[in-house]
Nanobody, 116 residues
Framework: QVQVVQSGGGAVRPGDSVTLSCTVS????????VGWFRQSPEVVREFVAAISWTENTYYADSVQGRATVSRENHEKTAYLMINNLKPEDTAVYYCNAMLLTGTSYWGQGTQVTVSS
């Protein structure tokens, strides 16, 4: 059974950085593409960043230049780091692990609140 467990996040100040983790168990982690999404009361779930199983990376315009997505296959974990956080980055962040077949699994979500 595949499980996707997220960690990280919390309350931070504008200009701070945050690193989110996404650990996938139950299958070979290197088979997955991993995407990060976020959702807030004002915004439906939107794409933030992704890293493919070949380690190609993709970023939304809203975080381009501020975010870094990475993975450590031996740890079965992907990471999303966002620097220079802004209040508009406040959201629940979700990790999605997707196989090439299209089967995907969501993490439980983790809150990031950016406020002075």
């Amino acid at each position: 059974q595949v499980q996707v467990v997220q960690s990280g996040g919390g309350a931070v100040r504008p200009g701070d950085s945050v690193t989110l983790s996404c650990t996938v168990s139950g299958r070979t982690f290197s088979d997955y593409n991993v995407g990060w999404f976020r959702q807030s009361p004002e915004v439906v779930r939107e794409f933030v960043a992704a890293i493919s199983w070949t380690e190609n990376t993709y970023y939304a315009d809203s975080v381009q230049g501020r975010a870094t997505v990475s993975r450590e296959n031996h740890e079965k974990t992907a990471y999303l780091m966002i620097n220079n956080l802004k209040p508009e980055d406040t959201a629940v962040y979700y990790c999605n692990a997707m196989l090439l077949t299209g089967t995907s699994y969501w993490g439980q979500g983790t809150q990031v609140t950016v406020s002075s």
